[in-house]
């Protein structure tokens, strides 16, 4: 039952109520700003929830959250807050890697590895690689200092994607990069601090 069905419901019988009556006219016009103040209202109950934000009420969260927006579309910006609040509350943990690593790279990432047991990064008792398979056109974007929020403190974290295509792209504020070992088909940036993309 709509607002004005109901104020009128709740007049005595002493008022005219059909529709052409001053008194269900007077209703109309109170009832439909009350239906706009309520529409209002529950736009505003579900812009709470960062999956239905959008613009400014978007950008209110990450001021929250301490992440500025920086350009990105709604879209990418509820993504990033989404990947900083799970970095915020996340354990360390492995599980809590890979969590963090299908937000970001969702079917993409393949495995998280320990370093401990591989011969290739030394038999570093403390790390982590992550492994992903860039399957995207548009690339990969690798944010590094995201993933490293994650990290348990003293874990070094590395990532390897691996590129099927036969030519690689990379962007990266970084002008001077050396990559620790290139391999057929594999490349390794995962010492240094880098955000980038990788394009096939």
Known sequence: MSVKNKMIKMLTDVFDKSEDSNIAKLITIVAEQLDRLNDTLRTVNDWRDIDNAKGTTLDLIGVNLGEARDGRDDDAYRDFLKTAIKATISKGDMESVLSMGKVLY?????????????ERYDFEPAGLVMQIENTRDEGILLNYQILKRVMAAGVRLYIEVYQPRSRIQFESDVIDMETRSVMLGLYQAGSQNITGVIRG
């Open 106 to 118: 969702q079917d993409d990432i393949v495995n998280i590895i320990e370093t401990w047991a591989s």
